[in-house]
C-alpha cells in the first residue's frame, strides 16, 4: 500500500476527505492527519508518505512553502496534489512551478479525486519498478567497483570511475559503515538505500559478505552514518545479530581502502568482543587500535606457517603473544585477543587468495579450540594461537599442493615471476623436466596461448602500467618490461595495442 498524508486547518475537511474516498481501492492508506504546516513537516519527515493532499492556506507554514521545503530537504520528496478554495492563477502558476500532481479546488468532487489516485497509483508503480531494475543495475556495477578498489587495483580508470560514482574531489575525507548480520542482507541494504539519508550512496557487499556504505567525511555525513547503523542495531536488536562498524580517513578516494580497513577492524573487533552491538573505529580503545599489533612478530608467525616450519609454530606464537617490550606474558588479555585476532585475518587472507574453503576452516578451529569471544585466560589464548597456526599450516600446504598439482601451474607461476627477464621455451622444458613440444602445447591448453603470446601479453600489461604510474623513458619502459630492444619493443607495442607507447601515455 501507498501512504498518503492529509494536511488541511479545517477538521471537516479532513473528515471528507477520509470518509469519502475509497482510499484502498486505488492501493492508498492514510498514513497521518495535520492542521498545520509545521506538524505536517515533522510528519512528512518522520513518515514519508509517497503522497500529500496539502491546502495552501494554514497556519505557521503554508501549503507552497511545505512543498518547496520537502523538494529542497528531502533527497526523495513524496508527491503533493494541492486543495484551494481560491482560482488564484497565482497560485497555479506556483504551484506548477513545484511540479505538483494535480491542483484541486474546493468543495472537492470525489470523482476528481478518484481519477486523479488512479493517476498517481500508476506513476508511482511505474517509477519504483524502473527504479528497483536501475537499482538493481547500480548496484551490480558499485559492488564491482568497491571490490576491485579494496583488493588493491588503484588504475587511474577505476579511480575515476569511483569518484564519479561517489561524486566526491580527491581532497575529500571518506567514511565507511560495515555490517556484519545474519539476518536477509538486501532487506538491509533496501533500508539503507531508503534510510541512511546519504546523497549518492549505494550500498555494497564486500568480499567476506558484509553490507558496506561509504560517504564523504563531512561531519553531518559522518553522523548521518553512526546513526544509521545505531538505528540497524536497535532495530534488528530482538530479532537478528547486527554488529556495526564505522571507519574514518582522510584524502578522498585513494582512502576508500583505509577507511574500509578501519572499519572491518573495529566490526571484527567488536564482534570478538560481544558479538553485536555499534563501533566506531575511534573508540577503540588504544591498546585494541590496528597501531598495537605487533606487525613483525605476526609476520614472524606467518613465516613459519607459510614455509611449513610446524616445530617453530609454538614458539613463534608465544612470542607474539608476549609483551614486545620485555618478552613477558602481558597481562592485558584484550591485547592478547587483538593479536590472535590480526593473525586469524592474516591467514584468512592466505588461505582466500589459494581460493580455500574459508568457512570451513573457520568452523574446523571453532570445534578444536573454542570461540574465541568466551576466552578469558592467557593459557586458553595461547592454546587457540596454537592450534589455529597449525591448522593453517595444513590448510595452506593442502591448498598449495592442489593449486601446484599441475607442473604447467608452476612454470606459468615462474613466467609471471620472471617476464622481465630473457626467457626461452626450451630453456623452460630442460628446467621443469619436460619435452619442449610437449610443454608448449600443454602451456596453450592450460592458459589458452601459446608461450609466446602469453609472454608478450605479460610485458605489454607490465609496460601498460609503467606508462600509467611512471616517468620513466620509452627506452627504460621496454627494459623493465622484458624488451631489450626499444624499436622492438614499440613495433609490439602498435601491434597488440594499436597505438605507440607515447600515445598510450598521453590517454591515459
Request: hydrophobic share 40%.
Amino acid at each position: 500500500m501507498l501512504d498518503v498524508l492529509l494536511v488541511d486547518d479545517e477538521p471537516w475537511v479532513l473528515e471528507g476527505l477520509r470518509t469519502m474516498v475509497n482510499w484502498d481501492k486505488y492501493g492508498f492508506q492514510i498514513c497521518g492527519e495535520a492542521e498545520n504546516g509545521n506538524a505536517a513537516w515533522a510528519m512528512i519527515e518522520n513518515l514519508q508518505p509517497d503522497l500529500v493532499f496539502t491546502d495552501i492556506h494554514m497556519p505557521s507554514v503554508n501549503g507552497l512553502e511545505l512543498i518547496d521545503r520537502s523538494k529542497q530537504v528531502l533527497a526523495r520528496p513524496p508527491r503533493f496534489v494541492i486543495l484551494s478554495g481560491y482560482d488564484s492563477f497565482e497560485y497555479v502558476k506556483t504551484a506548477l512551478e513545484q511540479r505538483v500532481e494535480d491542483y484541486l479546488l474546493k468543495p472537492i468532487d470525489e470523482d476528481e479525486i478518484e481519477t486523479v489516485l488512479e493517476l498517481i497509483r500508476r506513476k508511482i508503480l511505474e517509477e519504483q519498478i524502473s527504479a528497483k531494475v536501475h537499482q538493481r543495475e547500480n548496484a551490480l556495477y558499485v559492488n564491482c567497483l568497491f571490490n576491485r578498489l579494496l583488493q588493491g587495483d588503484d588504475s587511474i580508470e577505476l579511480r575515476y570511475e569511483v569518484s564519479k560514482t561517489l561524486r566526491m574531489e580527491a581532497h575529500e575525507s571518506m567514511a565507511c559503515l560495515l555490517i556484519s548480520t545474519d539476518t536477509n542482507k538486501d532487506e538491509v541494504k533496501t533500508w539503507l538505500y531508503s534510510h541512511a539519508g546519504i546523497p549518492y550512496a549505494e550500498p555494497f557487499l564486500d568480499e567476506e559478505g558484509n553490507i558496506g556504505l561509504f560517504a564523504d567525511g563531512l561531519h553531518h555525513s559522518l553522523k548521518q552514518l553512526e546513526a544509521a547503523g545505531r538505528n540497524l542495531v536497535e532495530m534488528y536488536s530482538d530479532r537478528a545479530l547486527m554488529t556495526v562498524a564505522c571507519g574514518h580517513d582522510s584524502s578522498g578516494v585513494n582512502t576508500l581502502r583505509s577507511a574500509y580497513e578501519k572499519a572491518l577492524f573495529a566490526l571484527k573487533w567488536k564482534r570478538y568482543q560481544c558479538g553485536s552491538g555499534f563501533v566506531n573505529h575511534q573508540e577503540l580503545p588504544q591498546k585494541d587500535s590496528m597501531a598495537k599489533v605487533n606487525q613483525k612478530a605476526l609476520s614472524d608467525v606467518m613465516d613459519v606457517i607459510i614455509s611449513g616450519e610446524q616445530d617453530r609454530v609454538e614458539g613463534k606464537v608465544n612470542a607474539m603473544l608476549a609483551n614486545p617490550d620485555s618478552e613477558q606474558t602481558v597481562s592485558d588479555i584484550e591485547y592478547v585477543r587483538v593479536q590472535l585476532i590480526a593473525l586469524e585475518m592474516s591467514i584468512l587472507k592466505h588461505l582466500k587468495e589459494l581460493e580455500g574453503d574459508v568457512d570451513r576452516f573457520v568452523q574446523q578451529v571453532q570445534q578444536m579450540a573454542g570461540d574465541i569471544i568466551g576466552i578469558n585466560s592467557y593459557p586458553a589464548f595461547q592454546q587457540y594461537g596454537v592450534i589455529l597456526s597449525l591448522n593453517a599450516l595444513k590448510a595452506l600446504q593442502e591448498q598449495r599442493k592442489k593449486k601446484e598439482f599441475s607442473t604447467i601451474f608452476q612454470v606459468e607461476q615462474y613466467v609471471n615471476q620472471e617476464f622481465r627477464n630473457k626467457l626461452q621455451l626450451q630453456e623452460l622444458a630442460q628446467k621443469f623436466h619436460m619435452n619442449a613440444n610437449y610443454l608448449g602445447q600443454a602451456f596453450k591448453q592450460q592458459t589458452g596461448k601459446t608461450f609466446r603470446e602469453y609472454l608478450n601479453d605479460k610485458r605489454i600489461e607490465e609496460a601498460k602500467r609503467l606508462l600509467r604510474q611512471s616517468n620513466m623513458s620509452i627506452t627504460d619502459v621496454a627494459v623493465h618490461s622484458g624488451y631489450l630492444s626499444a624499436d622492438y619493443f614499440i613495433s609490439q607495442f602498435k601491434r597488440m595495442t594499436g597505438t605507440a607507447p607515447s600515445q598510450y601515455r598521453k590517454l591515459q
